[in-house]
């Protein structure tokens, strides 16, 4: 049974950097994309950020492009994302996602979610 | 990439039916046909429940069920229970810049 444990979020100053680290456990991280997904308070999913398996090929949303780092260690099987530069409009949980490939539309989906951790900006 | 649409709130009795649609563009939803479904309680992660459009996981019930037709998806719930009452999110592939877009979600009240 696929686990993701999130870990490293707080209260930051605007302008400040956090980095989040996702760990896995149960299944064969090596062969998932990965995301970022936020939730801000009262909020709606945004997904941030995806990496692919293993070229790590990376992609961002415009609103944390050049902000955010994806990264992944997959001989640890670990997911990180770096946060500079953070804004009050930062603040949300985050969550990371095990991305499932579906061959027969050839595209990626959420399959499991970590607990998430919460990033307050302020 | 927009958000997909969703009614804010949908409600129901005990036992009801109901539908959430989630409404998105020849560009998504209508291109991949590949959406997923998602059940988030307060201060929970979000639970997947239904993927490619009418899949349902093991051990989610057989009460949740999708479909999808043109540009919107839908999830039924039949017989309303009051541990149904969650959000709900759609979510559908979009390409390899963006990836995926999720639903504006929707609030389901069991009356």
């Known amino acids: 049974q696929a686990q993701l444990v999130e870990s490293g979020g707080g209260l930051v100053e605007p302008g400040g950097s956090l980095r989040l680290s996702c760990a896995a456990s149960g299944f064969t991280f090596s062969h998932y994309y990965m995301s970022w997904i936020r939730q801000a308070p009262g909020k709606g999913l945004e997904w941030i950020s995806y990496i692919t398996n293993s070229n790590g090929y990376t992609n961002y949303a415009d609103s944390v492009k050049g902000r955010f780092t994806i990264s992944r260690d997959n001989a640890r099987n670990s997911l990180f994302l770096q946060m500079n530069n953070l804004r009050a409009e930062d603040t949300a949980v985050y969550y990371c996602?095990?991305?499932?490939?579906?061959?027969?539309?050839?595209?990626?989906?959420?399959?499991?979610w970590g607990q998430g951790t919460l990033v307050t900006v302020s | 990439q927009s958000a997909l649409t969703q009614p804010a709130s949908v409600s129901g009795s005990p036992g009801q039916s109901i539908t959430i649609s989630c409404t998105g563009a020849?560009?998504?939803?209508?291109?991949?046909?590949?959406v997923s479904w998602y059940q988030q309680f307060p201060g929970k992660a979000p639970k997947l429940i239904i993927s490619e459009v009418n899949k349902r996981p093991s051990g989610v019930s057989d009460r949740f069920s999708g479909s999808i037709s043109g540009n919107t998806a839908s999830l039924t719930i039949s017989g309303l229970q009051a541990e149904d009452e969650a959000d709900y999110y759609c979510c559908s592939y979009v390409g390899y810049v963006t990836l995926y877009v999720f639903g504006t979600g929707t609030t389901v009240t069991v009356l």
């Open positions: 996602a095990a991305d499932k490939y579906y061959s027969q539309s050839g595209g990626y989906l959420p399959e499991s």
């Open positions: 020849s560009s998504d939803v209508g291109t991949y046909h590949l």
